[in-house]
């Protein structure tokens, strides 16, 4: 009888064991279930941007592009919900700048101003990067080269200009921003159509072109009307040509190079870039921001006080242009001497 019960109490036993590990079967069955669920749900999106962006700005403080990345920088960050700092990095005809850039992670949160002067270093290769190095997310706007003399010149008009450079070849002091720059090719353009020779006196910058124009050290400058807003507007600057391809609304009465007979129709345009290997999605958001700012009253406020004219181009649109551009200043700067033909 005894040996019965022990019996009993062994089977009850193993029964209560075989229902407990049917159960913890079923538990862990179910993690398993949930741990697979998880694991094939999409990912949630990062969320960007989650801390500051920092702009970066290839030239010096107060210069048309830099007051472009600040207007920029003030309106974007509404748009994203995070700061936005903005740094002047200057050097080396933005090598500088694009140094840095390449050195932080490809991440979204380090932007760098870019314009259609790095077409003219990359072709030039003063620069050690090329156009591949980095993905151009977006332009914004361009604007004009423009023959500036101060006005007490005698040169009361293009012709005047022109004129004087065939009768008395390299007579006149001509400078602007870089050597081999957009400023530059501007006038190379123009001496091959109108036929006569020039030197070329290259600045660290437009803004000391201007100083040297306003302090007789030069006798022509070449710049955009931005650099010297203030002076021509004053009357202490007076612009003889610009190369947009009709007048320009904001001024009316400087006349084209293409209406004066010569067929110059050139702009600088501005925007921004980010390191190659910036994920799509990020670059999606912040062109969906900057879309936005492009239509903000106080951005179209800022272009207007500023002469700038509207130049929007998406990522492809602006990339496509930046490999024809470098072709084009490439073929340039090989025709007059800055390059070694290959």
């Given at each position: ?72 920088a003030d309106l ?11 740094e002047n990095r ?80 390299n007579g006149l ?170």
């Open positions: 009888m005894k040996r019965i019960v022990q019996v009993r109490k062994l089977v009850s036993s193993l029964v209560v064991m075989l229902l407990l590990l049917s159960v913890l079967a079923g538990c862990s069955g179910s993690k398993t279930s949930t741990d697979k669920t998880a694991s094939t749900a999409p990912q949630q999106k990062s969320g960007y941007p989650t801390k500051p962006i920092t702009f970066v700005v290839w030239s010096s403080a107060g210069s048309p592009l830099d007051l472009f990345m600040r207007k920029l974007t960050k509404k748009e994203l919900g995070q700061p936005i700092m903005v200057t050097g080396g005809n933005g090598a500088a700048a694009m140094a840095y850039v390449n050195s932080q992670p490809a991440d979204g949160y380090t932007v760098l101003s870019t314009t259609g002067s790095l077409t003219f270093a990359i072709a030039k290769e003063s620069v050690p990067f090329k156009a591949d190095d980095f993905i151009f997310v977006k332009s914004f706007q361009a604007e004009p080269s423009a023959i500036a003399v101060r006005k007490d010149s005698p040169l009361k008009a293009l012709e005047n200009f022109i004129d004087y450079m065939k009768k008395h070849p002091k001509i400078g602007g921003y870089a050597s081999g720059g957009f400023h530059q090719y501007v006038l190379y353009r123009l001496q091959q159509k109108a036929n006569f020779e020039a030197t070329w006196i290259p600045f660290e910058g437009g803004a000391d072109a201007v100083t040297n124009l306003l302090g007789g050290h030069i006798d022509v400058a070449v710049i955009t009307p931005s650099t010297a807003l203030n002076q021509v507007q004053s009357g202490a600057i007076r612009l003889l040509a610009i190369s947009t391809d009709k007048r320009s609304p904001y001024f009316p009465d400087v006349p084209t190079f293409k209406e004066k007979g010569y067929d110059i129709v050139e702009m600088l345009w501005r925007g921004v870039m980010v390191k190659k290997g910036t994920p799509a999605e990020l670059i999606q958001r912040l062109n969906q921001a900057f879309d936005k700012v492009a239509q903000n009253p106080d951005w179209k406020k800022y272009m207007t006080d500023y002469k700038q004219e509207e130049y929007l181009l998406d990522s492809q649109g602006l990339t496509e242009l930046v490999k024809r551009e470098i072709a084009d200043r490439r073929a340039f700067l090989e025709k007059g001497g800055f390059l070694k033909k290959k």
